[in-house]
């Protein structure tokens, strides 16, 4: 056999396994979506809020530079926890 029919059979070769696997990797890829909404119940999580204005605001909202936005407010608030047990919250 010749060297140019050994070059053409070894890229055949290679062209039929990839298309091979190709084809099963999309014949078993499974793709899964969640359709419900995510919420979350607890019953001993205490949300206080320190400053209740409008300091979330996006109006007229544009890129900063990191200088700039460390002189801004920041909007704080406080999340305390009530419960004497560790597992606060149950994702439905």
């Not at 290679?14 to 019953?43: D, H, Y």
Request: net charge negative.
């Amino acid at each position: 056999m010749s060297n140019e029919k050994k070059i053409y059979l070894g890229i055949s070769i290679i062209t039929i396994t990839a298309f091979l696997i190709g084809i099963s990797f999309a014949l078993w890829n499974v793709n899964v979506a969640q359709e419900g909404i995510n919420t979350i119940t607890s019953g001993c999580l205490k949300l206080t809020l320190t400053d209740e204005s409008d300091a979330i605001n996006l109006r007229n909202a544009y890129p900063i530079t990191d200088n700039e936005a460390s002189n801004l407010e920041p909007y704080t608030f406080k999340i305390e926890n009530t419960c004497n047990n560790r597992h606060l919250a149950k994702l439905n």
